[in-house]
């Protein structure tokens, strides 16, 4: 968790946090212009908040990323995930929410008679290809939610833009699906917790570390490139237009 990022590209980084022997981890897992999947960092904290996070993204700063470049940002909908990033890249954040987090919040608020339909409204959606075509369907979905129930409307609101800025990018659809939900770094800790399992007695809050960020680096030695990988140079000219519209 030490390597130089000073001449990585990484267009895109993967943000999620995940409770692990009473301790909250956050893992930023970045992808390069090529599709590699790395490990960037790892930090522990007794909760997930904004100041935890900072502290990952410092020390990546220290290492050599630039926070200027502009670049996605997929995170799961964490206030304090989103308060880091917006205070470290500011305009050259694109923050793109994770569409699978925001269908189970969703879904949530609605008994299980009408769950798999909803769920499956949801994902065509999200699926269109034109940002005004998801748009409109899942403000379709709003007013039909809101006859149900109210909470599950407001759920599918809330941040609502921010889970189709890859559309707004148009991003490939192929790429895109691999770019909406943080399910890259999800099935990392499930890596993790098969690999420390085999630790009987922890000895401190460090030993707990090492071994997670071993289990980290032993899972990104069997991680194939990202699906779409070859679409990747059409996100980073879109993000360079996109930004250039910002400033």
């Known amino acids: 968790m030490s390597r130089s990022l000073q001449h990585v590209h990484i267009c895109a980084l993967l943000v999620d946090g995940t409770l692990f022997k009473g301790q909250h981890l956050v893992v930023a897992i970045g992808i390069d212009a090529f599709g590699k999947k790395l490990v960037l960092g790892l930090v522990q904290g007794a909760t997930e908040n904004a100041k935890v996070v900072s502290g990952l993204f410092d020390h990546l ?10 670049r996605l940002y997929l ?3 964490s206030r304090a995930l989103r308060a880091a990033i917006e205070r470290h890249a500011g305009e050259a954040a694109f923050i793109q929410r ?8 969703v879904l949530a608020y609605l008994p299980e008679t009408h769950q798999h339909w909803f769920k499956y409204k949801l994902r065509v959606a ?6 005004a075509d998801a748009r409109q369907a899942l403000y379709r979905l709003h007013d039909e939610l809101n006859e149900l129930n109210p909470s599950a409307a407001a759920s599918l609101m809330e941040g609502l833009e921010e889970t189709l800025t890859l559309h707004d990018l148009q991003v490939h659809a192929r790429l895109r699906r691999s ?10 800790f499930s890596v993790v917790e098969t690999i420390c399992r085999r630790v009987k007695r922890w000895q401190g809050s460090d030993h707990r570390l090492r071994w997670v960020a ?10 194939n ?8 140079p059409l ?7 996109a930004y250039g519209m910002r400033c």
């Open 61 to 70: 700063g220290e290492r050599g990323l630039d926070f200027s470049q502009p």
């Open 98 to 105: 994770c569409q699978l987090h925001k269908i189970r919040n």
């Open 75 to 77: 995170i799961d909908g």
């Open 235 to 241: 996100l980073t000219h879109n993000l360079q237009r």
């Open 214 to 223: 071993s289990a980290l680096l032993y899972a990104e030695t069997r991680w």
């Open 179 to 188: 770019l909406s939900s943080t399910n890259g770094i999800e099935s990392s």
């Open 225 to 232: 490139r990202l699906h779409g990988y070859r679409h990747l």
């Open 126 to 131: 999200y699926a269109q290809a034109d940002l």
